[in-house]
């Protein structure tokens, strides 16, 4: 079963994501691009700050006027009038005079730095203007004044196209004058679960039925991937079922992902399907679990074309397929450049690992930090690791990558981990 027309994760990878392009440009508004990817560079719209303004409540005043105000010998100046944010300035700072600023006001004309309230004889808080105002302290030119276009200026570059916006992004687009932005399209992703023995969740089993819970995983993570799943439920052991199920879930997706019945079983029609309605491109690949995976294309009514996934039903295969071949396939499309998007970290082997020499293992593992060694982690077996294991799964924070070639890994054995909680962008 492992003889050389396996093909290595690395070939299988490679041929998958192979004409794999970001899909189109959509533009959507800020409050809906969260996690989404740039189409194109942004270029600023506004300067920031648009013009000089205050940096603290105070005075705004003329550098020389308060430069020799010490605590023992205060410099008193008049104050004739306020500037508060929201509001243009409608006086000018003459000599021995002062305007009283209020944080995010615009710097009135003849003013050239600002003394922080704090360094006043003024009362805080008090909304009443006092007539004069006493400084404490000498200010430096400039001081606690956020200088026009210190941040961005208009036409700056501001995000490059391939940037999955996050909160702090969509802060700097709102903040230089985009209400919209271009984002690629979200993948839509059609979920099919084969199997005679699958019942929807929540509907009761029949004496050799299990619920179907891969369904539920793969949209789990296809959202969590930042695409758009489309159940489309159950098809039974049927060549004629898979067929017409998969020909209804091409029509409006980009990607296509069947579980179960891609084996050597009898009733593992799924290959068959994939090559009668488009083509079957790659099939098993050395790795454990997930060996069965199947990949191709079909053609779409309106000229496009779906990518067909056929994981394995077990379910932890299933999950790790996904994660190996789904994911890139899905960030690809989503525009990300980075193909995995996951985070991976070094760690030892607590316990011996066993596996089958000629596939790359993915086992589930349960991480710690190694305190004798900062940065790196120690890992622990997260349960029994069948592919059929989900309470191992669902412990696991990662996958240790055990190579192929090293059927047995002893304790101590230093692994990569992937880890199944966090991401790069
Ligand atoms: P298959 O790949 O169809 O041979 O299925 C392998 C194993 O996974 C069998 O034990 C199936 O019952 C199980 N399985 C297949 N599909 C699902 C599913 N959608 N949810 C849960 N288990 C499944
Ligand atoms: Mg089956």
């Not at 940096?55 to 705004?60: K, L, N, Q, R, T």
């Not at 002062?98 to 003013?111: D, E, F, N, Q, S």
Request: charged content about 20%; overall charge negative.
């Amino acid at each position: 079963m492992s003889g050389p027309h396996l093909l290595s994760l690395e070939d299988a990878l490679e041929r998958i994501l192979d004409g794999v392009l970001p899909l189109r440009a959509e533009s959507v508004p800020l409050a809906e691009a969260l996690a989404r990817v740039l189409s194109e560079d942004v270029v600023a719209r506004l300067t920031l700050p648009p013009w000089d303004n205050s940096a603290m409540d105070g005075y705004a005043v003329r550098a020389q006027d308060v430069a020799q105000a010490k605590p023992e010998s205060l410099v008193t100046l008049r104050v004739i009038g306020e500037v508060a944010a929201g509001h243009e300035p409608a006086v000018r700072i003459e000599p021995g005079s002062a305007v009283r600023v209020l944080t995010g006001a615009i710097i009135p004309p003849g003013a050239d730095t600002v003394v922080a309230v704090e360094d006043t004889d003024a009362a805080q808080g008090v909304a009443e203007l006092p007539a004069t105002v006493a400084i404490r302290v000498s200010a430096p030119g400039g001081q606690h004044i956020r200088r026009a276009g210190s941040d961005i200026r208009e036409g700056d570059a501001l995000l490059p196209a391939g940037k999955r916006i996050g909160p702090a992004s969509i802060a700097l687009l709102a903040a230089a004058g985009h209400a919209r932005v271009n984002v690629h399209r979200r993948p839509r992703v059609a979920v099919v679960a084969t199997g005679d023995e699958l019942t929807p969740i929540g509907e009761p089993l029949g004496p050799a039925a299990i619920p179907d819970s891969n369904s539920e995983s793969i949209a789990a993570q296809v959202s969590a991937a930042g695409a758009k799943p489309v159940r489309l439920g159950i098809a039974g052991d049927d060549l004629e079922a898979v067929r017409e199920r998969l020909l209804e879930g091409i029509l409006a997706a980009d990607v296509l992902i069947v579980t179960g019945g891609v084996s050597v079983g009898a009733h593992d029609v799924v290959k068959e399907v994939f090559s009668d309605i488009g083509s079957l491109d790659l099939w098993r690949v050395a790795i454990q679990p997930g060996k069965p995976l199947a990949y191709g294309s079909a053609p779409r009514p309106d000229g496009g074309h779906c990518l067909l996934f056929g994981l394995p039903g077990n379910p932890v295969s299933s999950f790790v397929t996904f994660e190996l071949f789904v994911r890139p396939v899905l960030r690809r499309l989503r525009g990300e450049v980075a193909d995995m998007g996951r985070l991976t970290v070094q760690a030892t082997l607590v316990e011996p690992v066993t596996t089958s020499a000629a596939r790359r293992a993915f086992v589930r593992v349960r991480l710690e930090p190694d305190v004798a060694a900062p940065g790196r982690y120690l890992a622990h077996l997260a349960g029994g690791q069948g592919s059929y294991v989900l309470s191992a799964l669902a412990a696991a924070d990662g996958l240790a990558i055990i190579p192929e070639g090293a059927a047995d890994a002893p304790a101590g054995t230093h692994v990569e981990v992937i880890r199944l909680d966090a991401e790069i962008s």
